[in-house]
């Protein structure tokens, strides 16, 4: 069962079926609606006796737990007793409401409001009548004179107003003033000091031909103004009053946008480009090169698209022996990356080969920023190996980059050193600061992909670091700047820490469907260097994170194998082989795929993977191996094993620590004995 939260106006929540849930009394009401207002954060028990009376009776702190009890059988009716609660949790000092973005509709209405700003009008005015017919009063109304709840009504409310006005541009630019006239004139007369609703309204009337009366509608919003608070109008209501008694053409309605504008735009600009630029013409593959940026943010077919032309349009450039400009095609293709596991091996290392060919084919005088972006595309698609060019070339390029004036070439330098930012376990904290930089610097100069990629680096270090607050809020950024831009790849990464972010707070049964429903997001998402293997991986992780399951403990689960009876382990296969051995009882056989064990690669997932490995060591009592284990996880002992990626976790790094501390000392004593 979801359960859904309503605080548009009284407090209530349901079954996500159309039942109601009963919620008791008016404190238990207010304890949720309190949790609610703190937005999936802790909220102390000292708060909430604080924030339910006036002068709390003694037995304040158990009234507040008895609330809590009730809520917690009403919301999760089917909880076996004993079991944590996965709705309303107990943490720390107090409690918090894990409820999900979509269940609240305060929260939904907020993101519909965001989105419908970017949206074209159609698609915009559908999303704001849906999330304005989701109020059913005033924001949580029982508690309007509530201190908690101040702060919290007058944010919703200004949003709702907002979201009015939004609804009624909408109707305009679709050419449907006569529609937007009622609302506006109800709308001025509640809110007399909302310019931009007067605004709109006097628009919308004379669109629809009655000029006087929005003459008139201006005037009485001048007239109040003045009056009644001693100001006059601002420019917009001025321009507007000039424009009108002028006639101005830019007032006439527009013809309705729709979606056949941007068909017909492409259309005219790629007839008008094959007919102005000829075909050999080499600013063709630099063109080429750009659209084919554009298309690999698209995900999906567009990326795996994107990355089979990007090889064509290098050996297009060779083959005319022109090095300035292979170094223009082969850097231009600067599409910010997040994952360090590459898609295509072979085809990175060819893209890697023409880079160092073109490097060293460059005149000395050649512009820097060619031989930077050129040594950012090594250090890119050099990430997840162990070759020491990858980190080599990314300092090169990130020295280069600084000396220039050029804030989009050293964002993606930046990328390139992040990826290269691997060398040893327990380097969250150098990744951060990466990320910060990068959103700083995209944000200042409009660089939408790359600010992006800083927050999902950002939610990816917090989230090693435990800093799951600071994770959060990176992953609302990237959402809706994904929402804002059409980015459909972020919501894949998003939608993985959702799934982490269960796991890391121990709710298995939420994290195991939103891992499986994350997983399903991936299939087809052109990123099988992310995808192939991870949803078991995930799966595995969840059981032995918890710290309550060895590997004697593990059972095959049907979830985990495909038609064939085999799970599809993918690269991960070498690190849980032991383990999955362990569990069928065939010690010998776990023991030989020890032995034979490889290096984990130095990318997201170095901590996770060591981790298996002492799993399987301490296990196996494999000296060899616990001790290699410890060199490698002990700089990481402050972060959480595997949160580093934002996909998966295997818990603290200092309790594998100190499992394979204890089993190499039990060892050694009982050689001593």
Not at 5 to 25: R, S, Y
Not at 484 to 495: N, S
Not at 529 to 549: I, M, N, V
Request: with cysteine; charged share 25%; aromatic share 4%.
């Amino acid at each position: 069962m979801q359960v859904t939260f309503g605080v548009l106006g009284p407090v209530v929540a349901g079954d996500g079926a159309g039942g109601a849930i009963a919620l008791k009394g008016p404190r238990h009401r207010a304890v949720l609606a309190r949790l609610i207002v703190a937005r999936r954060h802790v909220v102390p028990v000292a708060r909430l006796v604080d924030d339910l009376w006036a002068q709390p009776p003694a037995d304040a702190v158990g009234a507040v737990r008895t609330f809590v009890a009730a809520l917690r059988r009403a919301l999760e009716p089917e909880r076996p007793p004993r079991t944590p609660a996965r709705l309303l949790v107990t943490e720390g000092p107090g409690y918090a409401l894990r409820a999900e973005p979509g269940t609240v509709d305060a929260w939904r209405f907020e993101q519909a409001v965001t989105a419908a700003a970017s949206l074209p009008p159609g698609d915009a005015l559908a999303c704001l009548e849906e999330a304005l017919g989701w109020w059913r009063g005033s924001a949580y109304a029982e508690f309007a004179e509530e201190a908690w709840a101040r702060s919290e009504r007058s944010r919703l409310g200004e949003l709702r107003l907002r979201a009015v006005e939004l609804q009624a541009g909408a109707r305009l630019d679709l050419g449907r003033a006569a529609d937007a006239v009622p609302d506006l004139d109800a709308h001025v007369a509640e809110h007399p000091w909302r310019e931009d609703a007067w605004r709109l309204l006097a628009l919308a009337l004379y669109r629809t031909g009655r000029q006087g009366d929005a003459l008139a509608v201006l005037r009485r919003a001048r007239a109040l103004l003045v009056e009644q608070l001693g100001v006059d109008p601002g420019p917009a209501l001025r321009r507007l009053e000039a424009d009108i008694l002028g006639q101005a053409r830019h007032l006439d309605p527009a013809q309705p946008r729709t979606g056949d504008a941007a068909e017909r735009v492409w259309a005219r600009a790629t007839t008008a480009y094959d007919r102005a630029v000829a075909s050999g013409a080499r600013v063709r593959l630099d063109s080429t090169v750009g659209l084919l940026r554009n298309l690999a943010v698209t995900g999906g077919g567009g990326l795996e698209a994107a990355r089979e032309h990007r090889v064509a349009a290098i050996e297009a450039a060779e083959e005319l022996g022109d090095a300035e400009l292979t170094a223009r095609v082969i850097g231009a293709y600067d599409v910010p990356a997040i994952w360090t596991r590459v898609d295509d091996p072979p085809q990175a290392a060819q893209v890697v080969a023409a880079a160092e060919r073109t490097l060293a084919a460059l005149r000395p005088d050649a512009h820097p920023a060619a031989r930077a972006r050129l040594l950012a595309t090594i250090a890119l698609e050099s990430r997840g190996t162990s070759s020491a060019r990858g980190p080599q070339a990314a300092r090169q390029a990130e020295e280069l980059a600084r000396g220039l004036d050029d804030p989009a070439l050293l964002a993606f330098t930046l990328n390139g050193l992040f990826m290269q930012t691997f060398s040893r376990a327990g380097l969250a904290a150098r990744r951060d600061a990466i990320g910060a930089e990068l959103i700083a610097l995209s944000a200042r100069n409009g660089l939408t992909t790359y600010e992006v990629t800083g927050h999902l680096i950002r939610l990816q270090a917090r989230s090693a670091l435990a800093d799951f607050e600071g994770a959060d809020s990176h992953a609302r950024a990237a959402d809706l700047l994904a929402v804002r831009h059409e980015l459909p790849l972020v919501g894949v990464f998003t939608d993985w820490y959702a799934a982490l972010r269960l796991a890391a707070t121990g709710q298995t049964p939420a994290a195991e469907t939103a891992y499986r429903e994350a997983a399903a997001r991936l299939d087809g998402a052109g990123m099988p260097g992310l995808e192939h293997g991870l949803l078991p991986l995930a799966q595995l992780c969840l059981r032995l994170g918890s710290g309550r399951h060895t590997p004697n403990d593990l059972r095959f689960e049907e979830s985990w194998a495909e038609s064939d009876g085999r799970a599809d382990w993918g690269p991960y296969e070498p690190w849980a082989r032991p383990l999955l051995l362990l569990a069928q009882g065939r010690r010998g056989e776990a023991a030989k795929a020890l032995r034979r064990l490889p290096e984990p690669p130095r990318d997201l997932l170095l901590e996770a993977l060591w981790c298996l490995a002492a799993r399987a060591a301490i296990a196996l009592d494999d000296r060899e191996t616990m001790e290699r284990a410890h060199a490698e996880l002990s700089p990481a002992e402050g972060e959480l094993a595997g949160a580093g990626s934002g996909l998966i976790t295997l818990g603290p790094v200092a309790r594998h620590l100190d499992d394979l501390t204890t089993a190499l000392r039990r060892g050694r004593a009982g050689r001593r004995a």
